[in-house]
């Protein structure tokens, strides 16, 4: 009889080793798990993923806030956020000849003003008239003008066609 519960003793001693042993990987992988899920909710544009709704437009009214201490900004109507991905495509309009990657473009389509700001600046590099061709008169604007990537929205997308400040 002893020799049997010796033996049941040594196989459960031996069980407990191989869970002891396998308790911090479970820790670990645990942790990873936590942390990935985290950093994908906190930081969806680190992993190419696109921002959810609520953020975006958080980061929106932030944006807004910040230019309406610089500035006085329409208040009827919200802006269309958009950012200068590549200031060498943009480079031949006059509204974005001091435009830098990364500039944040406020368009206020009723008013007909767009506002080139600059976030780490916190400045206001340029202010001009929109015009979004929505006179009879004018031509429609060309398949190449309207896919052309010259910004990208990051609040909510420009329903008409990609407008065209001046000055």
């Known amino acids: ?3 049997s519960s010796e033996t049941t003793v040594r196989e459960t001693k031996k069980s407990l080793k191989w869970l002891f042993k396998l308790i911090p990987y479970v820790i670990i992988l645990a942790v990873g798990i936590y942390g990935g899920t985290y950093l994908v909710r906190q930081k969806p544009t680190w992993f190419g993923l696109p921002q959810g709704t609520a953020q975006a437009q958080a980061e929106a009214n932030a944006l807004v806030a910040k230019v309406s201490k610089l500035m ?7 802006p ?3 950012t200068v991905t590549d200031v060498s ?3 031949d309009q006059p509204f974005f000849k001091n435009a830098q990657n990364g500039d944040k473009v406020l368009i206020y389509q009723k008013a007909g003003k767009a506002i080139l700001y ?3 600046e916190n400045k206001i ?6 015009n979004f061709n929505q006179t009879a008169e004018s031509p429609a604007p060309s398949a190449e003008a309207t896919t052309k990537p010259i910004i990208i929205p990051t609040a909510s997308p420009v329903q ?3 407008p065209t400040p001046t000055q």
């Open 1 to 3: 009889m002893e020799e």
């Open 72 to 78: 006085t900004l329409p208040t009827d109507e919200t």
């Open 80 to 82: 269309t956020i958009a």
């Open 89 to 91: 495509i943009v480079a």
């Open 118 to 120: 600059r976030e780490n």
């Open 125 to 130: 590099i340029e202010v001009g008239a929109v």
């Open 160 to 162: 008409s066609p990609v």
